[in-house]
């Protein structure tokens, strides 16, 4: 046989016992060209070149699922951010433009479409406004289309005002028609990547090429199952040591059906985002990972040492295995969609504050994470700030996905179902930061912005 | 040459070896190598087949994991290239 056994069931059982899976191939689409002076003949255009795009895309990801045996989670679509391709001064036509979009989306059944977005790190001029007005309508009167909101990069500093907008609409976004979930599909972000295949935030970016194909893979269970299996006293750089071997594969399997659909849809780029998503299914979770590694509970003192070896062993892996490794590219900790995070929250073991030191060390940043509905507006924008300057100044991608509950208490467990999971509602300080947002402005980027 | 992997795991019993084959057979896939092991009480088969010129893939996968479902044991398909992708520098 041309592969030992062992290499065959190893990788049968990375598929069907630990859940290794493929969790998005995402087909970006450059709608650049599709703008046009009417709104009307924009939409149309957009919605006709869309068509023309995805010709194919499902029943050939279908096929390559089946030819493979590696399953394929997540179909979905990114498109040019459509702040860019839309400036109008009339609400409606932000809305009309994405309820289209989402009809779309269930007409050809993608999971998803991303672009919903605008860049804000500069300033925010009148049609911003305009399209930020729009977005509690947006998604909570459409289903499958996905917002994001650029307040920051490490080249433009940090926008309080855009801020400071920002988390007036995520409150009245959850607030809507009392449906916090609805803010699964909003996310802030600062040095967002412009090939990211995985939601909320992703988007087609500028010169990324007509269509892409951006593979997002996913395995906490197979690095969970690969750690579990070395003996409980192996050293540091065994545990090292084989979550690259692990990476390895997993980048390499999804680079490989990255590379076969593209080849098949007659497209020549591909690009592989190295992240570990986790799932609510059991054991489908990083703090299993973390915590097998030496800590009592994910959240105790030594977990962010833990997750950012985790995050370089992994990346390390991934970018032996293949030369178009982007997107983000990191470990997800989403609370709500991890049992064990949201288990750490619920003991007490995990606060926001730790959270946040978290995503210093890892990818991407507050993710999943239900609040109080009551939130002071101004606590939010302090919470998005701080997430903000994470980024900036480690020059790298942070975002900030999180619930506001109406009604909910700190501790009242909160359930979304199916992929989103469930996490109790997490404990924020309130402590004022009113002042600070009562300056506005913009926060200069950090010296490393000047980099040249 | 285009290839694939057949891997059989599940409780030994007889008739595993039989069944597969003739599902094979049946849609003209000829065997290139054939492994097997019992590791405890599962039983484990790995098939290298030949599936150049097979049109109906879809066809024969749906068909294997059928009869995996009546021998009550687990089939999986997996192209040749995804092993060489994941096992091979």
């Known amino acids: 046989m041309i592969f030992a056994t062992e290499e065959i069931l190893e990788t049968i059982r990375m598929i069907q016992v630990d859940h290794l899976d493929i969790r998005t191939v995402t087909l970006g689409v450059d709608l650049l060209d599709c703008r046009r002076d009417r709104v009307e003949d924009t939409v149309k255009y957009s919605k006709e070149k869309l068509l023309k795009a995805t010709e194919g895309f499902l029943s050939t990801v279908k096929k390559v699922e089946l030819e493979y045996g590696i399953p394929i989670v997540n179909k979905r679509v990114a498109i040019t951010p459509v702040s860019l391709l839309l400036s109008s001064l009339k609400l409606e036509d932000y809305i009309y433009f994405a309820k289209e979009l989402d009809r779309l989306a269930l007409d050809i059944d993608l999971d998803f479409i991303g672009g919903y977005t605008v860049f804000l790190e500069y300033e925010v001029s009148n049609t911003d406004r305009l399209f930020l007005k729009s977005i509690p309508t947006v998604l909570n009167e459409t289903e499958r289309l996905c917002a994001s909101i650029v307040t920051a990069t490490t080249r433009a500093g940090i926008n309080l005002d855009a801020i400071k907008e920002t988390a007036y609409i995520i409150l009245e976004t959850a607030k809507l028609k009392n449906r916090p979930i609805v803010c699964a599909k909003l996310i802030v972000l600062s040095n967002p990547p412009t090939d990211n295949p995985f939601m909320a935030g992703a988007f087609h970016g500028i010169k990324r090429g007509e269509r892409v194909i951006n593979v997002g893979i996913s395995g906490p269970g197979a690095v969970r199952s690969a750690i579990e299996r070395l003996p409980k006293n192996a050293d540091i750089i065994s545990v090292v040591e084989e979550i690259k071997r692990i990476s390895f594969k997993i980048t390499r399997a999804g680079e490989f059906i990255g590379k076969e659909i593209a080849r098949r849809l007659g497209i020549d780029s591909v690009s592989v985002d190295i992240s570990l998503a986790p799932t609510p299914q059991e054991g489908d979770s990083v703090a299993r990972i973390i915590e097998r590694i030496g800590v009592e509970s994910f959240g105790a003192p030594g977990t962010t040492g833990l997750l950012f070896l985790l995050n370089d062993a992994l990346k390390k892996g991934g970018l032996m295995a293949s030369s178009f490794v982007g997107g983000l590219s990191g470990t997800f900790i989403p609370v709500s969609e991890d049992k064990g995070i949201a288990e750490a929250v619920s003991k007490g073991a995990l606060t926001l504050e730790k959270l946040e030191a978290l995503t210093n060390v890892c990818s991407v940043g507050l993710d999943m994470i239900p609040i109080p509905g009551d939130i002071s507006p101004y606590t939010l924008m302090g919470i998005i700030l701080d997430e903000m300057a994470i980024g900036v100044m480690h020059n790298k991608t942070t975002a900030v996905r999180i619930l506001p509950v109406p009604g909910g208490k700190a501790g009242d467990w909160v359930e979304f179902g199916s992929l989103l999971g469930g996490a109790p509602i997490i404990k924020v300080n309130e402590t004022s930061c009113v002042d600070l947002f009562e300056r506005g402005g913009r926060i200069p980027p950090p010296i490393s912005g000047y980099r040249n | ?89």
């Open chain 2, 1 to 89: 040459m285009k290839r694939a992997i057949i891997t059989v795991t599940g409780i030994d019993h007889t008739g595993i070896v039989a069944g597969i084959s003739s599902v094979l057979a049946d849609f003209g896939v000829n065997i290139l190598d054939i492994t097997q092991t019992i590791m405890g009480d599962i039983f484990v088969m790995a098939l290298l087949v030949d599936i150049t010129g097979l049109e109906d893939i879809t066809g024969l996968v749906e068909k294997l994991l059928e009869e995996g479902d009546r021998l009550k044991v687990k089939v999986s398909f997996e192209r040749e290239e995804i092993f060489r992708a994941m096992h091979r520098i």
